[in-house]
């Protein structure tokens, strides 16, 4: 891989990765559909190997896409969000380690591995407690009443930043940037005022 492909590549993971904190399966899915239609114009899809032929079969982009749509119904059903968000946490940071080292294959594997570890599981991870805060705040304060309009929150961000991610990498690092600040200071805020 060049320099510049890694350059993209990694941009590319780590702004999925904070996409898989938002929802899961969304992130994989679409970028499946991409790399199967050849959108990813910056990744040479013959040197990813096997492992990402099988991410772009049919088969794969059939059951992600299933994924995808039950998760997101789910985040609108009351109290199957907030069960839902105990399995997102750690799926969420296992769907951006592996976002991450997927648009990675084909560079140095210390590299793939320590960014994907580091950055995309990092990222998705912060981006996921803040949603569950987020989440938790709207269930405390609503009860649960507001958390469709935090479903549909995430699903926008989530979509948005996939599709950014995919087609203009090099803009989403500084959208991820944008977002990880502002939960940041959002999980603050509302930990403030809850004390």
């Known amino acids: 891989m060049e320099a510049t492909a890694v350059i993209m590549a990694t941009l590319m993971g780590i702004s999925l990765a904070a996409a898989s904190g938002f929802r899961v399966f969304l992130p994989p899915f679409l970028l499946s559909v991409a790399a199967r239609l050849d959108i ?5 899809l013959d ?5 990402f032929e099988f991410f772009t079969s049919t088969l794969a982009i059939v059951v992600l896409g299933i994924a995808t749509v039950a998760e997101f119904a789910g985040f609108y059903a009351p109290w199957i969000d907030n069960a839902l968000d105990t ?4 799926a969420s940071i296992l769907a951006g380690v592996a976002m ?8 140095d594997p210390i590299f793939q591995w320590a960014v994907a570890i580091v950055a995309g599981g990092g990222v998705a991870a ?7 805060a987020t ?13 469709s309009a935090v479903a ?6 989530s979509v948005a930043l996939t599709l950014i991610a995919i087609l203009i990498p090099f803009i989403s690092a500084f959208v991820v940037i944008l977002v990880v600040a502002l939960l940041v200071r959002m999980k603050r805020r509302s930990e403030a005022a809850v004390q």
């Open 100 to 107: 991450t080292a997927i648009v990675l294959e084909g560079s």
């Open 47 to 51: 040197l990813m190997g096997t492992q």
């Open 152 to 157: 549909t929150g995430e699903n926008v961000a």
């Open 126 to 132: 912060t981006i996921q407690s803040a949603t569950v």
């Open 135 to 147: 989440r938790s705040l709207s269930s405390t304060f609503t009860f649960g009443l507001g958390n």
């Open 40 to 44: 990813v114009w910056f990744l040479d």
């Open 87 to 90: 399995i997102a946490t750690p």
